[in-house]
């Protein structure tokens, strides 16, 4: 099998190009897709549980806070004990922090805007029931189970 036959590929391949797109637009504001994205996963005004972005984002802990530092040195997050629980830490937007998320939230509606108008709703709704299938086999964790490699 050729790698342009693979699904994998078509999605790494889609991924990449719009990761390097964002990372362009971001760049234009001395900023990385990443912080884009753990902006948009910051609660606006209650803040958002350090130990949730993580997840949210699919990074892991060491990866997460080399981003929040990053954020935190250029003015954009700071960091709060969580009034319910003293144990846990909030992160918060500061006032610049919410100027650049809300540039993060316009470049990416920007962009579904503009594949929604070249891609018929049809032909999205069935792209989204495929990555959907996708995800459900790879959570189920049986891809690899069924078969043995010699």
Do not use: C
Request: no cysteine; net charge positive; aromatic share 8%.
């Amino acid at each position: 099998m050729r790698r342009e036959e693979t699904v994998d590929y078509h999605l790494k391949a889609a991924w990449h190009a719009i990761s390097r797109m964002y990372n362009q637009q971001a760049m234009k504001y001395g900023g990385t897709m990443s912080i884009g994205f753990a902006l948009l996963n910051i609660h606006s005004e209650e803040g958002t549980p350090a130990t949730k972005i993580g997840p949210l984002m699919g990074l892991e802990a060491r990866s997460l806070t080399r981003l929040l530092k990053s954020m935190e040195e250029k003015g954009l997050i700071y960091r709060k004990a969580d009034e319910a629980d003293r144990r846990s830490v909030r992160i918060m937007l500061t006032p610049e922090g919410s100027k650049w998320r809300d540039k993060s939230r316009e470049t990416v509606l920007r962009f579904n805007e503009a594949a929604r108008e070249i891609i018929p709703a049809r032909k999205l709704s069935v792209f989204f029931d495929v990555v959907q299938s996708i995800n459900k086999m790879i959570e189920r964790n049986e891809i690899y189970e069924k078969t043995t490699l010699h």
